[in-house]
């Protein structure tokens, strides 16, 4: 017997409509008017389904003493089964997890992955009243949040750079290339990027000098005289005498790039055992963390604001609050955490 298909062609994946199931009747009816019994495969190919959705459809419109199918029956089991199906949001029944992310984004500064992360790790809030990061993202989007995507900074702030070639590039002293493996795998603490951040570009203008572990992600920021090599010098020696004789444990080595301002800083391997590597000129992504550390910094020092106009509080507040800052490269804890851990162990021997 054949059957062409017409107009109620089921598409596959998607849920039984009425038409599709008018369809089934009429061939159950034909066939069983002919004396035929059709397999669940066969209607299945009539229908572009699978075996199961004519097996469940068919027990759907059942007749409760006949077993006929009836189309009509069908539709509206259906539509009583998925009157109420409609997902919900999950904003109504994670108010408190969701006004919690909020406080922290807004008056905190964290990031949604941030908060996500951070109070799964610690337990703050049941699973189940709890959402994704992505989901976090969608429901900002939808406004459905007190706050916006101009309060995420990142969001609003990638771009891309067209890559150009240099020429004349300077080398200050020893190759970034000459660093041992275990930096580059960050699996030994102690491996520091430096570097320097401007306000203003007025030569009077003081400048922070930042500098950032590579294991613990741990953050300095020294507001120094200017962008020199003696202002650089002091900041290096005001870290000396802080750390003491631990200065080469926690210290064991310092990457720079190339700017003028680290002219000098080899000086330091004269009377510690620091070894410090210069970055190949113009290739910032050789100093990740410290890019990275430098773009929060930022949230609070504005490009274009002199730093003479924040006092060194203010620095030191900016950079306390990159180091409480949960990290999802650090399984969302914190830099201080794992940098006291540290100090602890060095300072213990």
């Not at 759907?60 to 509206?76: E, F, I, S, V």
Request: charged share 30%.
């Amino acid at each position: 017997m054949d059957y062409p298909k017409d107009n109620t062609y089921h598409q596959k994946g998607k849920h039984f409509s009425k038409e599709n199931r008018s369809e089934l009747q009429g061939i159950l009816r034909t066939a069983k008017r002919l004396g035929q019994t059709l397999s669940l495969r066969q209607l299945a190919k009539m229908l572009n389904c699978s075996p199961n959705t004519i097996r469940n459809e068919k027990k759907r419109g059942a007749h409760p003493k006949t077993d006929n199918y009836g189309a009509a029956r069908a539709q509206q089991d259906y539509e009583a089964k998925h009157r109420n199906s409609v997902t919900k949001s999950k904003r109504f029944i994670v108010s408190p997890f969701v006004e919690w992310v909020n406080n922290q984004v807004r008056y905190h500064k964290w990031s949604l992955d941030a908060c996500t992360g951070y109070a799964k790790l610690h337990h703050l809030f049941p699973t189940e009243q709890m959402i994704c990061t992505k989901t976090l993202y969608n429901y900002v989007d939808e406004m459905l949040l007190q706050i916006r995507n101009i309060d995420l900074p990142l969001k609003v702030k990638r771009y891309t750079k067209a890559a150009r070639v240099r020429q004349h590039l300077k080398k200050l002293g020893r190759s970034i290339d000459e660093r041992p493996s275990s930096v580059l795998d960050r699996k030994v603490f102690g491996h520091w990027e430096i570097d320097t951040v401007l306000g203003s570009k007025c030569k009077d203008d003081k400048v922070v000098l930042t500098l950032i572990e590579r294991v613990t992600r741990k953050y300095i920021a020294l507001q120094i005289a200017g962008k020199t090599t003696t202002a650089v010098a002091s900041g290096v020696s005001y870290l000396k005498k802080w750390y003491g004789t631990k200065f080469s444990e926690v210290f064991k080595s310092i990457t720079a790039d190339n700017g003028s301002e680290f002219a000098d800083l080899s000086s330091i391997e004269q009377d510690t055992t620091v070894m410090v590597y210069f970055a190949h000129p113009y290739s910032a992504w050789e100093r990740p963390s410290n890019e990275r550390g430098n773009g929060l910094l930022r949230r609070f020092v504005t490009k274009g604001k002199p730093i003479n106009q924040y006092s060194e509080d203010e620095i030191y507040f900016a950079g306390d609050w990159t180091n409480d800052l949960p990290r999802k490269i650090l399984g969302y804890r914190t830099p201080n955490e794992l940098f006291e851990k540290e100090l602890d162990r060095i300072y213990a021997t």
